[in-house]
């Protein structure tokens, strides 16, 4: 037969023939494909407008500002893994599921107090600090103060600045003498809202004030949102709900070697990792969280730590994420550690609590938190860890966050030659001799596994092949003819985290 059949086979005059047929290309060396699922409100301006839980693809934080409005949770992190200066997550997927609060959910609102003697005494510029941030994707939250103004001009001049930021998180209005900043959205995650005036050391005659701070309520429910996953394989979560952790541990389930439950179930096998945020900087608070009874044999869950920042932890968890997406689509043979949060606020002091010193950290590590430190300025990922700490376990296997992507890449390729290679096919004997096609014995299974695990080993994914072939074992079930039975055993690569060398010194004597 030949390779082509463009032309006929019995052409004689002088043609050129191309033909393009569809196919399904055989797959040889796939990684996972890492695809990000983001979870969060939309705007109270936008409720009328979108249909909440369905999944919304998005591929720039504009495409969500107009969507599910600027400034909304969903925004804040769609603009930090799609940022304006750049392309950090390449051609991975996002997807977001949008929640809405219940009807009883309230916004935060900040009562900022202007407070002007007679007038103002000097031309000045001061800014907002909402969250951390004088500016936003290059708009700034300033303002000029100029001598001789009154309380009201300065007044209008704060909620000008606040207002002519569209991807600002608030609204402001008068409220008599002073400020009323409301968050654009409902529920418990706009109580992370803060606010601060900078006067750069110029006061100009002004004295600024948080009269007071009334912190948004309400609830969601995540349970329509994670049932559109479907049979999607969204690996990373990115989660703004620290209330929200038993639920996702619920739906996503645990790899028990029984009986698996959730999405590692066996069938469809599609489990993620889910990322929240948190800005405590005391050891024993962070543990309080990640090594609570319930967190301890679980491993869906994962700390993104940003100690003592004004950011909403939101954008931690968004931070986490996008500095580690890539890096698990392309080399998920090594983590995220010594890689940098891309747009996260540092504390102006640059103190970061218990974070600072390694043993605080050693003993977060072991009790299933992430961790960081400051470097140049940005938070620096220096471990990041499901939950999973069983009690008694010296080293949990389920602990690093790239161990579990290693399992789901190991899985990934070989369900791929079970489908291809395997499944469907007549079982013949091991030696039997066949002229027709779609047929596969034991021992080829054999060489499959032993093919896939010399990849992974290549890959750096796992080490000593020879290890699993050698625990390699196929047979035809004893009472149902039409399955095989496989199993063999692989042993995952780890990571230089800890380096320990021992060095002697001495003089050097002469004779």
């Known amino acids: ?267 469809s096998f599609n489990p993620f990792v889910a990322v929240f945020g948190s800005v405590l900087s005391d050891k024993d608070d962070v543990v309080a969280i990640t090594n609570a009874a319930a967190r301890r044999d679980q491993v869906t869950n994962a700390i993104a730590m940003a100690p003592n920042s004004k950011g909403f932890t939101f954008e931690a968890a968004a931070n986490m994420v996008a500095s580690y997406a890539i890096i698990a689509q392309n080399n998920p043979h090594v983590d995220n550690s010594g890689k940098s949060y891309n747009d996260m606020p540092v504390p102006s002091d640059g103190i970061i609590g218990d974070f600072s010193d390694w043993a605080n950290r050693d003993f977060m590590a072991k009790r299933g938190s992430g961790t960081v430190n400051i470097t140049n300025g940005k938070y620096t990922v220096q471990d990041f860890f499901t939950t999973y700490v069983p009690d008694g376990v010296t080293n949990p296997k389920f602990r690093f966050v790239k161990d579990l992507v290693i399992d789901f890449n190991m899985e990934f390729a070989w369900r791929i030659i079970m489908i291809r290679d395997i499944q469907d096919k007549a079982i013949i004997a091991d030696g039997s001799v066949t002229n027709v096609p779609k047929t596969i014995s034991p021992k080829q299974v054999l060489q499959l596994i032993n093919s896939h695990v010399e990849l992974a080993e290549v890959r750096g994914l796992i080490v000593d092949a020879a290890f699993s072939k050698a625990s390699a074992k196929v047979e035809i079930n004893a009472t149902n003819p039409a399955r095989l039975d496989i199993f063999f055993r692989y042993k995952r690569s780890s990571t230089a985290h800890i380096l320990s060398s021992d060095v002697e010194v001495d003089f050097n004597y002469t004779t």
């Open 1 to 267: 037969m030949a390779l082509s059949s463009a032309i006929i086979l019995d052409a004689v005059s002088r043609a050129v023939g191309y033909k393009l047929s569809l196919a399904q290309f055989a797959a040889t060396s796939e990684l996972l494909p890492i695809s990000i699922a983001v979870l969060g409100e939309y705007n109270t301006a936008n409720q009328a407008t979108v249909t909440e839980n369905v999944p919304f693809p998005f591929t720039s934080a504009d495409e969500v500002g107009a969507e599910f409005g600027y400034g909304s949770p969903l925004h804040i992190q769609a603009r930090i893994l799609r940022p304006v200066s750049g392309n950090i997550l390449g051609g991975i997927p996002t997807t977001i599921y949008p929640q809405k609060s219940d009807a009883g959910a309230t916004a935060t609102v900040i009562k900022i107090g202007v407070a002007v003697a007679t007038t103002v005494t000097e031309n000045a510029t001061h800014e907002l600090v909402v969250n951390g941030r004088r500016s936003i994707d290059g708009n700034r939250y300033a303002f000029s103060v100029v001598k001789g103004q009154n309380q009201a001009a300065v007044t209008a001049s704060i909620i000008d600045a606040v207002n002519n930021v569209l991807q600002a998180p608030i609204t402001a209005s008068l409220s008599t003498l002073d400020v009323d900043c409301t968050t654009k959205w409902k529920g418990i995650t706009s109580a992370e809202l803060n606010i601060s005036i900078e006067t750069n050391g110029k006061a100009a005659g002004i004295v600024y004030s948080e009269v007071s701070k009334t912190a948004g309520a309400g609830v969601i429910s995540l349970a329509t949102s994670l049932g559109n996953f479907g049979e999607t394989w969204h690996n990373l979560v990115v989660n703004p709900y620290a209330d929200q952790l038993e639920t996702l541990e619920d739906f996503n389930g645990i790899p028990d070697p029984d009986t698996p439950t959730g999405r590692w179930n066996s069938i």
